[in-house]
């Protein structure tokens, strides 16, 4: 009997499984992909939203701010890159001056803090690249950049580190309400907890359904996007919004904490929960809508594109905590935007709540502090040197677009939660997801699985499942 | 810092012979820096055969054809590190590079061979709407899984684009056991050779599609097959003209791209026609003693004449470290302000105040693509280091029958070759010679122009 099942590793469920971590339980987090981060984490903008664009005393206004506010410490105990350059949202008629008026006095009320109204002359010294048509821009310099894979592996093997359970390729297929607490069918056998923790994006109101008879409903909403070479990462400093639509926030132009440059998303809703595939209906509205804030983006740079998919929620807002007919089934659901942002608040409130409830004791043990895989480029000549005296894997580069070593690719195969795929070391070193996306070291990569975790080569996948990369040897087959 | 003469960045077919070359021009001090495991670059994964008939007029396979290079270079003794990648460059021409035995590293060279060569363009780069299912793989990459590791990266193909390495690729597929089942070219001709189409696709059955390109992929986790759709003129896709192929594997060969991340480092000036440096008739880049030559310079469809142009690239890197040695800056300095507006080295200098007519005020000629001409290399030309011939190598915008490629410097045509046809995935070549240009000045500019009849 566990005491905290959690379903979904993305970044609400192991920040929650990593704040249950400072206390004493058998928890566990199961998820139904091969690695953490796999879902709507995976796929996102990557944006430390400074917290001006939620309603006033809503969950998704109290969250962001607090997530904002602990973002720094957070990621510097986890070792994740993250970075204040602040947020712009452009106006780019004088009529929608009102619009921003508005969100300013919204952003004061959550309680935001340094936001100011910038504008043209200010803005140009601050943005050259910024359209000509751009009139005035609220300025937020608490808004930030985080990788968003970063923080989510982090979160998840510091909860490993600090005890709790991570089962992968295993699905919750039916969630039953039993005397002691839940009962949890999946693809690898049954599972007893006394609480669950629904934390599963897409799919949260499926399980919330099964739990509670106050339904509620998700809609997945895509965004797509484009990410554009390293060489384009200084077009814009700011995180750089139009003024929020319908749909959320709109297309963006941001830099990435990796020097990237990401433009993005659309937002259309579908009905296909696993409909990340792009549209050219959408990358074309991606480059249309990124032109109109921010003028000679290289759109030549394009180095890959993606879609990812919100968990949008009827009610338009995060519902978190129990449903009144469904004790003991926390949820963790319609966590879209600014979800991010949010999960390190998030983590806390909910973990804080479970623990109560189950009265469990504080982990006297708790380490708070992870190191990251280390990056060579950030040590100087004489520490890189002595490093790759120690450990010579250091010294040999296998992703030449982005720098990355044998030894770096190494650490991320046997480090806790290690990657088994190849996206799972393209999430935790960035091997790959450079201009020639894993052209040239694809091949070098595999042989390194191959190598350290004692699989054959068909075994190998991008992405676990049905991934595989390799059908077999050189002519087997054949008829002779 | 160590300190080297020549530095050649990659060990690849335009680093091994620009290296001989320099070594042959009696460059001692030369160092080679390669970040595979071993020397020859690319040609070792290329195991098909048609390399070598300009240089040795016989046919090797690509391993062969390197081989021969590696032999001449442990032959001569000319150094080299494998397994080490360079990080940075600078424009003083410090080399920053790490390998597992040496650690990091830097060097100061005197002068420094980029041989880099190129990349494919990736999937990304298409913006091919769909699923990112594994199973989509560059031709190069399927090259190096089937050729080197011995491991098939499917059993059903469809290839996106006509390069050379997507024909090459359909015909290895095919021989390892897969069915290849047809190759779509977005363009209105194929980007490959002739002969690898003939070779690689029609003896073996394999359709190729010209104007089509993929409009969907399907499969989440892995390829199950693509649409494929009929493009007009401007390259967008036709209502109505989509086909399904069911398949597990996509590869792409639709582009090469020169790899000058480090050559940007140097603030060597790139070309947005080639992606590659902008060079002059010693294939010097516009920073003084960086020279480039190979894929990195312009993409080639030959190794030979990588071969060859390496070959040039290394005997003016020897000449250039020669010129300059024992020669302080401040000397070379006096002959103008900036290397755009003087010829290279002091002698070069000094024989060009004393030759040129007084008219010829700069020494220096552009050489430009007129009609129908993509781009030139070189694209400049320093009259007083010019020899008693110039090759031109160029490409064609769009395919052209019937036709003439011509050179003018101002009215006078230096060079006139019919052909029966000129395709943009072949490269050209135009060769002029010093006694024509010199009747032709003076003149600023010369012209390369395909002229149809």
Same mark, same amino acid.
């Given at each position: 009997?566990?005491d905290?099942?959690?379903?979904?590793?993305?970044?609400?469920?192991?920040?929650?499984a990593?704040?249950l971590s400072r206390?004493?339980?058998?928890?566990?987090?199961?998820?139904?992909?091969?690695?953490v981060?796999?879902?709507?984490s995976k796929a996102?903008?990557g944006i430390v939203?400074?917290?001006?664009?939620?309603?006033?005393?809503s969950?998704?206004?109290?969250?962001n701010?607090?997530?904002?506010?602990?973002?720094?410490?957070l990621?510097?105990?986890l070792?994740?890159l993250?970075?204040?350059?602040g947020?712009?949202?452009v106006?780019?008629e004088?009529?929608?001056?009102?619009?921003?008026e508005?969100?300013?006095?919204?952003?004061r009320e959550?309680?935001?803090?340094?936001l100011?109204?910038?504008?043209?002359?200010?803005l140009r010294?601050?943005e050259?690249?910024l359209?000509?048509?751009?009139?005035a821009a609220?300025?937020a310099?608490?808004g930030?950049?985080?990788c968003?894979f970063?923080?989510t592996i982090?979160?998840a093997e510091n909860?490993?580190?600090n005890?709790?359970?991570?089962?992968?390729?295993?699905?919750?297929?039916?969630?039953?309400k039993t005397?002691?607490g839940y009962?949890?069918?999946t693809?690898?056998?049954?599972?007893?907890?006394?609480?669950?923790v629904?934390?599963?994006?897409v799919y949260?109101?499926?399980?919330?359904?099964?739990a509670s008879?106050?339904?509620?409903?998700?809609?997945?909403r895509k965004?797509e996007?484009?990410?554009?070479?390293r060489?384009?990462?200084?077009?814009?400093?700011c995180?750089?919004?139009a003024l929020?639509?319908?749909?959320?926030k709109g297309?963006?132009?941001?830099?990435?904490?990796?020097?990237n440059?990401?433009?993005?998303?659309t937002?259309?809703?579908i009905e296909?929960?696993?409909?990340?595939?792009?549209?050219?209906?959408?990358?074309?509205?991606?480059?249309?809508?990124?032109?109109e804030?921010?003028?000679?983006?290289?759109?030549?740079q394009?180095?890959?594109?993606?879609a990812?998919?919100?968990a949008h929620?009827?009610g338009?807002?995060f519902l978190?905590?129990?449903?009144?007919d469904a004790?003991?089934?926390?949820?963790?659901?319609?966590?879209?935007?600014?979800g991010?942002?949010?999960?390190?608040?998030?983590?806390?409130?909910?973990?804080?709540?479970i623990?109560s409830r189950?009265g469990?004791d504080?982990?006297?043990?708790?380490e708070p502090?992870r190191k990251?895989?280390?990056n060579?480029s950030d040590?100087?000549?004489?520490?890189?040197?002595?490093?790759?005296r120690?450990?010579p894997?250091?010294?040999?580069i296998?992703c030449?677009?982005?720098g990355?070593?044998?030894g770096?690719?190494?650490?991320?195969?046997?480090?806790?939660?290690?990657?088994r795929?190849?996206?799972?070391?393209k999430?935790r070193?960035?091997?790959?997801?450079?201009r020639?996306?894993?052209?040239?070291?694809?091949?070098?990569?595999?042989?390194?699985?191959?190598?350290e975790?004692?699989?054959?080569?068909t075994?190998?996948?991008?992405?676990?499942?049905?991934s595989?990369?390799i059908?077999?040897?050189?002519?087997?087959?054949i008829?002779? | 810092?160590?300190?080297? +003469?020549i530095?050649i960045? /990659?060990?690849? *077919? =335009? $680093?091994?012979?620009?290296a001989?070359? &320099?070594?042959?021009?009696?460059?001692?001090?030369?160092?080679i820096?390669?970040r595979?495991?071993?020397l020859?670059?690319?040609?070792?994964?290329c195991?098909?055969?048609?390399?070598?008939?300009?240089?040795?007029?016989?046919e090797?396979?690509?391993?062969e054809y390197?081989a021969?290079?590696?032999?001449k270079?442990?032959?001569?003794?000319?150094?080299?590190?494998?397994?080490?990648m360079?990080l940075?460059?600078?424009?003083e021409?410090v080399?920053?590079a790490?390998?597992?035995?040496?650690?990091?590293?830097q060097?100061?060279?005197?002068a420094?061979?980029?041989?880099?060569g190129c990349?494919?363009?990736?999937?990304? +780069?298409?913006?091919?709407? /769909?699923?990112? *299912? =594994? $199973?989509?793989?560059?031709?190069?990459? &399927?090259?190096r899984?089937v050729?080197?590791?011995?491991r098939m990266p499917?059993r059903?193909?469809?290839?996106l684009?006509?390069?050379?390495?997507g024909?090459?690729?359909?015909?290895?597929?095919?021989?390892?056991?897969a069915?290849v089942k047809?190759?779509a070219?977005l363009?209105?001709?194929?980007?490959?050779l002739?002969?690898?189409?003939?070779?690689?696709?029609e003896?073996f059955?394999i359709?190729?599609?010209?104007?089509?390109?993929?409009?969907?992929i399907?499969g989440?986790?892995?390829?199950?097959g693509?649409t494929?759709?009929?493009?007009?003129?401007d390259g967008?896709?036709?209502?109505?003209?989509?086909?399904?192929?069911s398949?597990?594997?996509?590869?792409?060969?639709? $582009?090469?791209?020169?790899e000058n991340?480090?050559?940007?480092n140097?603030?060597?000036?790139?070309?947005s026609?080639t992606s590659?440096?902008?060079?002059?008739?010693?294939?010097q880049?516009?920073?003084?003693?960086?020279?480039a030559c190979?894929n990195?310079?312009?993409?080639h469809?030959?190794?030979?004449?990588?071969?060859?142009?390496?070959?040039?690239a290394?005997?003016?890197?020897?000449e250039?470290v020669r010129?300059?040695s024992?020669?302080?800056?401040?000397?070379?300095?006096?002959?103008?302000?900036?290397?755009?507006d003087?010829?290279?080295s002091?002698?070069a200098?000094?024989e060009w105040?004393?030759?040129?007519p007084?008219?010829?005020?700069s020494?220096?000629?552009d050489?430009?693509p007129?009609?129908g001409?993509?781009?030139t290399v070189?694209?400049?030309?320093?009259?007083?280091?010019?020899?008693?011939?110039?090759?031109?190598?160029f490409?064609?915008?769009k395919e052209?029958?019937n036709?003439?490629?011509?050179?003018h410097?101002?009215?006078r045509q230096?060079?006139r070759r019919?052909?029966?046809?000129?395709?943009?995935?072949?490269?050209?070549?135009?060769?002029?010679?010093?006694?024509?240009?010199?009747?032709?000045?003076?003149?600023?500019t010369?012209?390369?122009?395909i002229?149809?009849?």
């Amino acid at each position: 009997m566990y005491d905290v099942i959690i379903i979904g590793a993305g970044v609400c469920g192991c920040a929650v499984a990593r704040e249950l971590s400072r206390f004493q339980g058998k928890i566990c987090v199961l998820e139904r992909q091969e690695d953490v981060c796999c879902g709507t984490s995976k796929a996102n903008s990557g944006i430390v939203h400074a917290g001006f664009d939620a309603v006033p005393g809503s969950m998704k206004a109290k969250m962001n701010l607090e997530g904002n506010l602990r973002m720094k410490e957070l990621t510097e105990e986890l070792d994740v890159l993250f970075e204040q350059n602040g947020s712009l949202v452009v106006c780019t008629e004088e009529e929608q001056r009102q619009g921003l008026e508005d969100l300013l006095e919204r952003g004061r009320e959550n309680g935001v803090q340094g936001l100011r109204i910038l504008e043209r002359e200010e803005l140009r010294k601050m943005e050259p690249n910024l359209s000509e048509r751009v009139a005035a821009a609220l300025y937020a310099p608490t808004g930030g950049i985080v990788c968003p894979f970063g923080l989510t592996i982090a979160l998840a093997e510091n909860a490993c580190r600090n005890g709790v359970e991570f089962r992968f390729n295993t699905e919750v297929q039916k969630i039953e309400k039993t005397g002691q607490g839940y009962r949890l069918e999946t693809s690898k056998g049954v599972f007893e907890t006394r609480t669950v923790v629904n934390a599963a994006g897409v799919y949260a109101d499926l399980f919330h359904n099964m739990a509670s008879g106050t339904k509620i409903h998700i809609t997945p909403r895509k965004g797509e996007y484009q990410l554009l070479d390293r060489t384009a990462g200084k077009h814009v400093h700011c995180t750089v919004f139009a003024l929020p639509g319908k749909y959320g926030k709109g297309v963006l132009v941001s830099p990435t904490v990796h020097g990237n440059l990401l433009l993005g998303p659309t937002a259309v809703d579908i009905e296909d929960r696993e409909g990340t595939d792009t549209t050219r209906e959408g990358l074309e509205t991606v480059a249309a809508k990124s032109a109109e804030t921010v003028k000679d983006l290289p759109y030549r740079q394009v180095i890959t594109s993606f879609a990812g998919l919100r968990a949008h929620e009827d009610g338009d807002d995060f519902l978190l905590g129990e449903p009144e007919d469904a004790e003991g089934f926390f949820d963790c659901a319609g966590i879209e935007s600014p979800g991010l942002t949010s999960a390190p608040a998030i983590g806390i409130y909910l973990a804080e709540r479970i623990a109560s409830r189950l009265g469990l004791d504080k982990n006297l043990e708790f380490e708070p502090r992870r190191k990251g895989i280390l990056n060579p480029s950030d040590l100087d000549l004489e520490q890189r040197k002595e490093l790759i005296r120690k450990e010579p894997a250091y010294g040999r580069i296998l992703c030449r677009c982005e720098g990355i070593s044998e030894g770096e690719i190494l650490d991320a195969i046997r480090r806790p939660l290690g990657a088994r795929s190849l996206d799972g070391i393209k999430r935790r070193t960035r091997a790959g997801m450079g201009r020639c996306q894993a052209g040239f070291c694809s091949p070098k990569v595999m042989e390194l699985l191959v190598r350290e975790c004692g699989t054959d080569w068909t075994e190998l996948t991008k992405s676990g499942g049905d991934s595989w990369l390799i059908s077999g040897r050189n002519k087997e087959g054949i008829q002779r | 810092m160590k300190q080297h +003469a020549i530095v050649i960045i /990659g060990g690849g *077919p =335009a $680093g091994l012979a620009a290296a001989i070359s &320099a070594a042959e021009q009696g460059e001692k001090d030369i160092l080679i820096l390669e970040r595979d495991r071993e020397l020859g670059g690319i040609l070792n994964q290329c195991i098909h055969n048609g390399f070598g008939l300009h240089t040795f007029q016989e046919e090797l396979t690509g391993p062969e054809y390197a081989a021969r290079y590696i032999e001449k270079v442990e032959r001569m003794g000319i150094p080299y590190l494998t397994d080490t990648m360079v990080l940075d460059l600078s424009s003083e021409k410090v080399v920053t590079a790490v390998s597992p035995t040496e650690g990091i590293f830097q060097i100061q060279a005197q002068a420094v061979i980029l041989a880099m060569g190129c990349r494919e363009r990736p999937r990304g +780069a298409l913006n091919l709407p /769909g699923y990112r *299912p =594994a $199973g989509i793989y560059t031709a190069g990459t &399927a090259q190096r899984l089937v050729n080197v590791e011995g491991r098939m990266p499917g059993r059903e193909v469809v290839i996106l684009g006509s390069g050379d390495i997507g024909l090459i690729m359909a015909r290895r597929m095919t021989l390892e056991g897969a069915k290849v089942k047809v190759v779509a070219e977005l363009m209105p001709y194929s980007g490959g050779l002739k002969r690898n189409i003939v070779q690689c696709l029609e003896d073996f059955g394999i359709p190729l599609k010209l104007s089509h390109t993929v409009v969907a992929i399907h499969g989440k986790e892995r390829l199950t097959g693509v649409t494929l759709a009929q493009v007009d003129h401007d390259g967008r896709p036709v209502p109505r003209t989509e086909e399904e192929y069911s398949c597990d594997t996509l590869l792409l060969s639709v $582009g090469l791209i020169p790899e000058n991340e480090l050559s940007k480092n140097a603030g060597v000036a790139l070309s947005s026609a080639t992606s590659g440096p902008v060079v002059d008739e010693s294939f010097q880049t516009s920073v003084n003693g960086i020279f480039a030559c190979g894929n990195v310079l312009h993409v080639h469809d030959l190794v030979d004449f990588v071969s060859e142009e390496a070959a040039n690239a290394g005997r003016r890197a020897a000449e250039y470290v020669r010129e300059t040695s024992g020669e302080s800056s401040e000397k070379r300095m006096k002959c103008g302000e900036s290397r755009k507006d003087l010829p290279e080295s002091q002698a070069a200098c000094e024989e060009w105040t004393a030759k040129m007519p007084e008219k010829e005020v700069s020494g220096i000629l552009d050489i430009l693509p007129g009609d129908g001409v993509r781009y030139t290399v070189p694209s400049v030309l320093h009259l007083a280091q010019m020899g008693e011939t110039l090759k031109i190598r160029f490409r064609v915008r769009k395919e052209y029958k019937n036709s003439c490629v011509t050179v003018h410097a101002g009215d006078r045509q230096l060079f006139r070759r019919r052909k029966q046809i000129f395709v943009p995935g072949e490269m050209e070549e135009a060769v002029i010679r010093r006694e024509d240009l010199n009747a032709a000045l003076p003149a600023d500019t010369i012209t390369i122009r395909i002229e149809e009849v």
